[in-house]
């Protein structure tokens, strides 16, 4: 059974910082390429950061710069590091994977996680 669980949301200032994490079970990890989303009220989810298996890495444009994407694979984790939050980075933030191909659409990703609020307080 595929297993997505992401972990490290929370309530924080502006400027502040968080790091999200995500476990992940039941798939042979380090061929996955592992995405963090995005998904404020009233708006469309969105591609934050993307991974692939052997560690290329895209970022929507929004985040360049702040935020930073990494794995382990020996942990089956996937991190999101956050800096420099923002009011507008507050949205509910999910963990994603699909197979092999680094992709940037959310119809492409296979399988998802349950979801971590962020809330950045101004």
């Known amino acids: 059974q595929v297993q997505l669980v992401e972990s490290g949301g929370g309530l924080v200032q502006t400027g502040g910082s968080l790091r999200l994490s995500c476990a992940a079970s039941g798939l042979t990890f380090s061929r996955l390429v592992m995405g963090w989303f995005r998904q404020a009220p009233g708006k469309q989810r969105e591609l934050v950061a993307a991974i692939s298996s052997g560690g290329s890495t895209y970022y929507g444009d929004s985040v360049k710069g702040r935020f930073t994407i990494s794995r382990d694979n020996a942990k089956n984790t996937v991190y999101l590091q956050m800096n420099s939050l923002k009011p507008e980075d507050t949205a509910v933030y999910y963990c994603?994977?699909?197979?092999?191909?680094?992709?940037?659409?959310?119809?492409?990703?296979?399988?998802w996680g349950q979801g971590t609020q962020v809330t950045v307080s101004s």
């Open positions: 994603a994977a699909r197979n092999w191909i680094l992709a940037i659409r959310t119809e492409e990703y296979e399988y």
